[in-house]
């Protein structure tokens, strides 16, 4: 049976009603999934040990193992797999205690055969989207320019971005601390990835923290751990980023967006390689690389005392500066043939290509969202063109039309108030996009999709 499966989804029924069990079996069988039936959650979880499936569908009231002790093993063994849980006791509080657990879905008995196709097909999709991202993640390793294999997706032959390579050649094998200061979207990480891949920590972790997403509380103990009972809902013992990087490379992604009182913390581990997780007495000590990044000037920020002095010296022994992309536009047409061709393996077809007159546009454009914002065109264009071939009027919509459609009517607002309705109108126009798949316009944007939800509700668009 399992050999048989090799080459189809796979799905787990655990269900102890016989009836209702060899129902959904059918239904899914019929639909061409390979479906293995249980009785029992021991059986199950014996059988999932040996052979982890992608999703598994599980009845939630059931003896002696219900079905939210599943869903917690599972979840623990093979935290990438895809758990449904259903009952005929459904009620908002056991939903949202499923969904909290990691759930994928919830649903209530009775359902029909087209309820339970639709629910299970939408959780499929999103499995092979997830994996499509790590495909990405894996081919991204891979450069197609021999030149610039160690050097991850950074691409080009410029001056400044050759001055940036010799940087990293230079400084990749020292412990010095790196501040890599640049416009948002210009590769930040790209080179902190690049310093510790080329140094002699590359087999042990690189451990990214991006301190701009989090509060204080939540940055604390995301960076130095937790001990159990710290806080609410600390239920257990959580190692930091530091503590993970032990031995490695640390990446402090938008530094400039640290409160004082953090800064203050983060300047004795910088000093001394010592910190306690929070709730913690135990003082530990690691040995790791910092790399840190910020799109701000720093200097300024110095100088308005909203940054310490010393934190920032500490942090620069070694300043690299990205240059923006409009300071680097010879890289334009090496930088739209790599998404080109990334883009066109991810979807297994044959690269499209940018006529000579399309790259002469692009080329004549300021880029103030840099090299992502023209990696996001690019992949927009690959979607929406129907032809291998894409020229400069399509160009054009895409690139001077949606600025101006989006910025119209703006004028005489407030700064404040004309940015927020010009970040909604890029959001809205990125969802009808994206048939309002929102991990994809997420993508599209350039964000993640946590914070594309959290800029919904904001906006309204929920």
């Known amino acids: 049976m399992i050999e048989q499966a090799m080459n189809k989804e796979e799905i787990m029924v655990i269900e102890d009603n016989a009836s209702m069990r060899l129902g959904m079996a059918e239904s899914l069988r019929r639909d061409g999934f390979n479906v293995f039936e249980f009785e029992a959650g021991a059986d199950a979880l014996d059988f999932f040990r040996k052979h982890p499936v992608e999703l598994v569908i599980t009845d939630l009231k059931m003896e002696p193992i219900d079905g939210t002790e599943i869903l917690k093993r599972i979840k623990e063994s093979q935290p990438s797999a895809s758990v449904m849980v259903v009952s005929a006791f459904g009620s908002v509080n056991t939903a949202v205690e499923a969904m909290q657990l990691g759930a994928a879905d919830f649903m209530t008995k009775p359902f029909s055969s087209e309820e339970l196709r639709a629910r299970v097909l939408k959780i499929m999709e999103k499995i092979q989207q997830e994996k499509a991202l790590v495909r990405l993640k894996e081919e991204n390793i891979l450069l197609q320019d021999e030149i610039f294999k160690n050097y991850g997706e950074m691409i080009g032959r410029s001056s400044s971005i050759k001055k940036i390579f010799e940087w990293i050649d230079r400084v990749a094998q020292e412990d010095s601390a790196v501040l890599i200061e640049g416009e948002s979207g210009t590769g930040k990480e790209l080179v902190a990835r690049a310093l510790h891949s080329k140094s002699n920590r590359k087999d042990k972790p690189f451990i990214k923290v991006n301190c701009g997403a989090l509060s204080d509380s939540l940055l604390e103990s995301e960076l130095f751990g937790h001990e159990k009972g710290a806080f609410t809902g600390a239920i257990r013992r959580k190692k930091g980023r530091f503590e993970l990087a032990d031995g490695g490379t640390i990446f402090l992604d938008e530094i400039g967006d640290i409160s004082i009182s953090m800064q203050v913390k983060l300047l004795r581990v910088l000093q001394e390689m010592e910190f306690e997780r929070v709730g913690g007495e135990e003082t530990l000590s690691v040995n790791v690389r910092v790399i840190s990044a910020t799109h701000r000037v720093l200097t300024k920020l110095v100088h308005e005392e909203k940054f310490r002095e010393d ?25 739209v043939e790599y998404f080109l061709k990334k883009f066109a393996d991810i979807k297994n077809e044959k690269s499209k290509v940018i006529t000579s007159t399309g790259l002469e546009l692009l080329s004549h454009y300021s880029w103030p969202g ?48 004309a940015l927020a309705n010009f970040e909604r109108n890029l959001i809205v126009h990125a969802l009808k996009q994206c048939n309002h798949v929102k991990n994809r316009a997420a993508k599209l944007l350039g964000i993640r999709t946590s914070s594309l939800y959290y800029k919904m509700e904001k906006f309204g668009l929920l």
């Open 370 to 417: 840099n090299i992502r914002e023209l990696q996001n065109l690019v992949e927009r264009l690959c979607v929406i063109s129907e032809r291998s071939e894409i020229d400069d009027s399509l160009i054009a919509q895409h690139l001077s039309g949606t600025i101006k459609n989006f910025s119209s009517g703006f004028d005489h607002l407030p700064l404040d108030e």
């Open 311 to 335: 934190l920032y010296y500490r942090l620069r022994v070694i300043p690299i500066t990205l240059p923006p992309l409009r300071e680097r536009k010879e890289d334009i047409p090496a930088l």
